[in-house]
C-alpha cells in the first residue's frame, strides 16, 4: 500500500512542477488536473471512498473553472529572466522549505508510523455510531449527526463563497 | 515514513510556485496543490494497515475500521478549498479584464 501511494505521489510531484514550470498556462491548468486526480487515486487506496467521490466532483468544476479563466484571459506567460526581486523570492522560498523540513523532521520523531495509527478518538464514535445516528457510513455520521453545525457553518461558508463571485462579476467598472 | 515526505515534498513545490511565480493563475494553482498535500497528509494519518473503508457491516462485527475523523474534517476542508478557487477565479476574471495582464508585477506599477 505504502509503495502504491508513494508511486502515484511521485507523479503528482512531477505534474505539480510541471504546472508551475509550463509555459502556456492551458496547459499548466490541465497538469494541476493530474496532481487533483492522482489525489482520487490515492483516497481510493487509503479506503475514503467518500473522500474520492467529492474530490473527483471538485476537481473537474474548479478545472472547468480554470479553463474557463484561462480561455477568456491569456493563454501565453511570456518568459522573462528573474530579475533582482525574482532572485530574493527563490532565496526566500528556498530558506522557507528548509525551515520547515527542520520542523517536520522534529515533528515526524512524535508521530506514528504509516498505517499503525492508534484510534484514539474515532474508537468512541465507532462503537455504537451506527445505532446513535442511523447511518451505516461512519463518515457521513460524523459529518451531519457529530459534527452537524460544522456542516452548517461549511454551508455558510459555501453561500457566501456563491453571493461573493456574483457580486463581483456582475459590477461594472467606474469610470 | 517515505509517504509522508513525499506529501511533504508536494506541500513544499505548492509553496516555492507560490513564492516565485508571477502569474495570477499560476499563484492559484500552486495554492491548490498545497491545499491537495494537506489533505492527503490527514487522509495518511488516519488510514490503518488492513483496515476496511469505514461503513459498518453489520455481517462482520469485529471488522477493522480506517479512522473516519480526519475523513470528515477532509470532506469539509475540500469544498471550502472550491470555494476559495471560485472566488480567486472571478477576482482574476476582473482584474484581467481591467488591466489587460496576469502579471503581478505589471498590476503593482499600475496603482496610483
Known amino acids: ?175 | 515514513m517515505t509517504v509522508y515526505i513525499l506529501c511533504f515534498i508536494l506541500f513544499l513545490v505548492g509553496l516555492y510556485g507560490a513564492i516565485t511565480r508571477r502569474n495570477l493563475v499560476k499563484i492559484v494553482i500552486s495554492l491548490s496543490v498545497m491545499e491537495f498535500s494537506v489533505f492527503l497528509f490527514l487522509a495518511l494519518i488516519g488510514y490503518v494497515e488492513g483496515g476496511s473503508a469505514p461503513i459498518i457491516d453489520p455481517a462482520k462485527p469485529d471488522a477493522l475500521y480506517v479512522d473516519p475523523l480526519p475523513q470528515a474534517m477532509v470532506l469539509t476542508a475540500i469544498v471550502i478549498g472550491l470555494a476559495t478557487t471560485a472566488m480567486l477565479m472571478s477576482v482574476i476574471i476582473r482584474i484581467y479584464r481591467k488591466y489587460k495582464t496576469l502579471d503581478i508585477r505589471e498590476i503593482k506599477n499600475l496603482r496610483g
Not at chain 1, 35 to 52: E, N, Q, R, S, T
Not at chain 1, 160 to 170: E, F, K, S
Open chain 1, 1 to 175: 500500500m505504502e509503495a502504491a501511494v508513494s508511486l502515484i505521489l511521485v507523479f503528482m510531484i512531477l505534474g505539480a512542477v510541471f504546472a508551475i514550470h509550463a509555459r502556456d498556462l492551458l496547459s499548466a491548468v490541465i497538469s494541476c488536473g493530474i496532481v487533483g486526480y492522482g489525489l482520487v487515486i490515492c483516497f481510493l487506496l487509503l479506503k475514503a471512498p467518500d473522500l474520492a467521490i467529492v474530490q473527483i466532483v471538485v476537481e473537474t468544476i474548479s478545472l472547468v473553472l480554470m479553463v474557463a479563466v484561462v480561455l477568456d484571459s491569456t493563454r501565453q506567460e511570456p518568459f522573462t529572466l528573474p530579475d533582482k526581486q525574482g532572485y530574493v523570492n527563490i532565496a526566500t522560498a528556498v530558506l522557507t522549505a528548509g525551515v520547515i523540513l527542520y520542523f517536520l523532521n522534529l515533528a515526524t520523531g512524535s508521530m506514528d508510523a504509516f498505517g499503525e495509527g492508534s484510534l484514539r478518538m474515532a474508537e468512541h464514535y465507532i462503537n455504537g455510531a451506527a445505532a446513535k445516528t442511523g447511518s451505516a457510513n461512519l463518515v457521513t455520521g460524523v459529518v451531519f449527526d457529530f459534527r452537524g453545525y460544522d456542516t452548517l457553518g461549511e454551508a455558510t461558508v459555501l453561500v457566501t463563497a456563491v453571493l461573493g463571485v456574483i457580486t463581483i462579476l456582475r459590477i461594472r467598472g467606474k469610470k
